[in-house]
């Protein structure tokens, strides 16, 4: 790990000069720049990898998971839209398009010993933000950002596990990685949001009726509760009867941005548009719970300081999600603007740190940077900060609304067997390192009987 350090930030340092984040988020340059200065800041632990290991999508594997990168790309594809700077998108289509893998679908061989449901969202939501920006499309040779999230999608509902817990899919996609008998909210919900934003950008049926079957099973089975708080997950071995009670930002988030979707396409039909309108007010009353101040935190690990790599990032996507939420159902944004702006201004006063300056800490509650760093501490403070400007934006677009992403309905519905052989014996490490670890610490102390002491 490294802090990031220039010539000029050395001279100010020497200088006595502090060199913090200017961000007024009256300003749209202000924010533009401050937005600039934190993606570099991320980009920097993207691209000064050691260039003997260097492959395009990864982040240094040592620490951070294949998932993470996804979220990463997608919140500079969020970046360009946002502030229309393309200095990044040769970097970031190259990568989004390197890690496709053999199916087109976001399952990369490489990663099969880690590759859950969520993590393999996290991509697909990506290069769904790409469709409905109308970010560049690939080269015509190449899978298509649309085509893309269909994959995903596709191979997701095969996956739908009608033999336990009355449907619902699984964290891990392989039987044989660790966390194969949990079911969890950010992979019912990453499809979930999927499956709306795709049915509104196609204006196809079955994509809606995905997304009422998600979000119907997990109501039925509690992991979002009649107060809407959204739980992590829950277990097939108990037949999903008991939910692991962890509530994490971006799991509120991912469901939040699929619900507005929702709304927007029951416009015309009173009642399910009000049923979705009381599902928003309520996870957005629920989300309470991760704001002090009006300042978002990370409730289940950040007071204790013991938010875990993954965790880091977690207000990334929140952030992102409460924004994009705005332009399905604009009612939400009086509901969320204060939390946002004053997050984004908190966030820029924690973005002060390391030898440059500008290094972006985890906790927005403290008023200075508190000596953490990482791809996600650069990734939250980019989401909230630049989404400061998203009434200034277009879009979303669909398909008869200017959208210029082509898809294919049956993209990607290959992938529920391991993508040829996995290219190593999968060790006790490899298995031990799966997916997202939301739950792991967990169910590896107590040998997966988690609920036995919930
Ligand atoms: C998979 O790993 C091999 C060996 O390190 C590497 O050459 C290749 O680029 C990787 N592919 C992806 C998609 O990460
Ligand atoms: C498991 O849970 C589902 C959904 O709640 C229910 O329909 C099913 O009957 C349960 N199965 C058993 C064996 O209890
Ligand atoms: C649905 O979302 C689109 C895209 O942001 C927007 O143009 C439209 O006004 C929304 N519909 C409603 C009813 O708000
Ligand atoms: C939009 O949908 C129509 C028919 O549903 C299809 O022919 C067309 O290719 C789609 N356009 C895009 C950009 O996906
Ligand atoms: C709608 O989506 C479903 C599911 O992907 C697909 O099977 C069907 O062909 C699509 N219909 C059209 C008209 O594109």
Redesign the pocket.
């Known amino acids: 790990m490294k802090f990031r350090a220039s010539a000029a930030s050395a001279l100010l340092a020497t200088a006595g000069i502090a060199n913090a984040l200017q961000l007024d988020i009256q300003d749209d340059n202000s924010i533009k720049a401050a937005a600039k200065t934190i993606a570099e800041g991320m980009l920097d632990y993207y691209l000064n990898q050691d260039p003997q290991y260097f492959i395009p999508g990864l982040l240094n594997q040592n620490i951070y998971y294949w998932w993470e990168a996804g979220a990463m790309f997608g919140s500079l594809i969020d970046y360009w839209y946002y502030t229309g700077d393309d200095s990044y998108n040769d970097i970031v289509t190259k990568a989004m398009l390197f890690q496709v893998g053999n199916d087109d679908n976001y399952m990369p061989q490489n990663q099969t010993a880690s590759l859950g449901n969520d993590d393999q969202a996290f991509w697909g939501m990506a290069a769904m933000s790409a469709a409905e920006q109308k970010y560049p499309n690939p080269p015509n040779t190449e899978p298509q950002w649309l085509a893309l999230a269909q994959a995903v999608f596709n191979s997701q509902a095969l996956r739908w596990d009608l033999d336990t817990c009355g449907g619902g899919l699984r964290w891990q996609i392989f039987t044989f990685n660790q966390g194969y008998n949990y079911k969890n909210s950010i992979s019912n919900g990453a499809f979930f949001n999927l499956a709306a934003r795709i049915g509104f950008y196609t204006k196809n049926d079955t994509y809606f009726e995905w997304a009422d079957r998600a979000w119907d099973w997990t109501t039925a089975i509690g992991l979002i509760d009649n107060a809407y708080k959204v739980f992590d997950g829950t277990d097939v071995a108990i037949n999903c009867t008991r939910q692991n009670h962890i509530q994490w930002t971006y799991n509120t988030g991912v469901y939040l941005l699929g619900a507005a979707v929702m709304w927007?396409v029951t416009?015309g039909d009173d009642a399910r548009q009000a049923e979705w309108e009381t599902r928003i007010r309520g996870l957005l009353t629920a989300s309470d719970a991760f704001f002090k101040n009006d300042v978002m935190f990370e409730a289940a690990c950040e007071p204790r300081g013991n938010c875990n790599t993954d965790q880091q990032s977690f207000k990334a996507y929140l952030s992102r999600w409460m924004a994009a939420s705005t332009?399905?159902?604009?009612f939400v944004y009086d509901l969320v603007s204060t939390k946002l702006a004053t997050s984004a201004q908190a966030a820029a006063q924690q973005c002060n740190g390391g030898t440059d300056g500008v290094t972006c800490g985890t906790k927005w509650t403290q008023p200075t940077w508190d000596g953490t760093y990482g791809v996600g501490q650069q990734m939250n403070a980019l989401e909230v900060i630049q989404g400061m400007l998203i009434k200034k934006t277009t879009?979303?677009v669909s398909n008869n609304t200017g959208g210029i992403s082509r898809g294919d309905p049956s993209a990607g519905t290959g992938g529920d067997t391991p993508p040829g052989t996995p290219t190593g014996r999968i060790t006790t490490g490899d298995k031990a390192g799966a997916g997202i670890l939301t739950a792991l610490v967990l169910i590896g102390l107590l040998g997966g009987a988690w609920w036995m002491v919930a």
């Open positions: 927007n416009e332009k399905f159902a604009p879009g979303p």
